[in-house]
């Protein structure tokens, strides 16, 4: 194992194929197995988890905090479910809503703050 981190610069404290360490399959970053994805990986390629659990995790160190990514596989994985044009058009309206000042009603390009409650030209005038 210490060739491993010899050779690659691999942080051997994460490798852990067996799951005997850390109760679960981990390896380090950028050294998962072919055939295990995360959640961004399988979001980019169009699919989902498909209501399976993680099967295996990457851990890493970002300066003092420990990172975790879990894996899945990719031949479990289901195709990323689709709006329905109804649902689609519900989006629009609450989208719409957030675009619309309380105060004086006109749609804004922008988001309304919440924390004001209406567009920038009637707090402004507050």
Sequence with gaps: ME???DRTGIRVEFYDPTGTRYGFPTFPFHTAPAGLAT???LRAAGLRPGGHDPVAQILWRHRTNRRVAYLYRLDWAKPKRVATPAQREAIAKALLA??????CGQIKPYYIPRRYGCCLDCHGGH
Excluded at 98 to 103: G, I, M, N, Q, Y
């Design 3 to 5: 060739q491993l981190a």
């Design 39 to 41: 959640r961004r990986q």
């Design 98 to 103: 957030r675009r619309t000042c309380r105060d």
